[in-house]
Every structure is written in C-alpha cells, then in structure tokens.
C-alpha cells in the first residue's frame, strides 16, 4: 500500500506561485497500471475540486477551470510529484490532497492560506 505525503507552504501571498509536493512510498509512482497522481483540493466551505493528473507516461491533465495557471511535473528519482499554481488569489485558499496509486490512496492533506 503507498503512503503519500504533501508538503509546501503553509501560507502564500497573493499573485505568487504556490509549489506542493507529494511524497510517495511503499510504490512507484511510474508504476504502469497504478491510477494516474491527481491533485484535488477542498476549499473552505466548498466541495471537493480535482484540479489535474499526471500519468504513467507523464502526460498531464489540468482541469480546465485553472487553465495555465496550473501544472503538474514529477521527479521519479525522488519518487515524488509536484504541483504548481501560478497568481493565487484568495480563491485558491483550500485544503490540498494527492491522490493515487493501486488503490487511489489520499494523502493527509495539507492547508494551504492565500493572504496579503
């Protein structure tokens, strides 16, 4: 069974760059027949918002409704993947999980606070 783990910044100030990594053990995350590594966040309030993926072979998936705000890259040497979320705004204040692996497992989460 994987074990993910995110991690990054507890809080990040408007129009910057939020960077989250996801840790992944006990599997690798270039596991042919695992389920892609998504990021999906909960804002306060709201319900969950799967925001993009990244596959086996790399190609990655972001939800329309971040555009290029978003991107999603990996270091398989590191066994981790990271995303990337450009000009944050208020909105983007939420609670952010990886998922994935055989059995799409969560990671805890992580608060993520946008705040001037």
């Known amino acids: 069974q994987v074990h993910l783990q995110e991690s990054g910044p507890v809080l990040v100030k408007p129009s910057q760059t939020l960077s989250l990594t996801c840790a992944v053990s006990?599997?690798?995350?270039?596991?042919?027949?695992?389920?892609?590594w998504k990021w999906i966040r909960q804002p306060p309030g709201k319900g969950l918002e799967w925001m993009g993926h990244?596959?086996?072979?790399?190609?990655?998936v972001i939800s329309p409704s971040l555009g290029r705000r978003a991107s999603i890259s990996r270091d398989s040497s590191q066994n981790h993947f990271t995303l990337h979320l450009n000009s944050v705004t208020l909105e983007d204040t939420a609670v952010y999980y990886c998922?994935?692996?055989?059995?799409?497992?969560w990671g805890q989460g992580t608060q993520v606070t946008v705040s001037s």
């Open positions: 006990g599997g690798s995350i270039v596991t042919r027949y695992y389920f892609p």
């Open positions: 990244i596959d086996y072979y790399g190609r990655t």
């Open positions: 998922v994935g692996g055989p059995d799409n497992s």
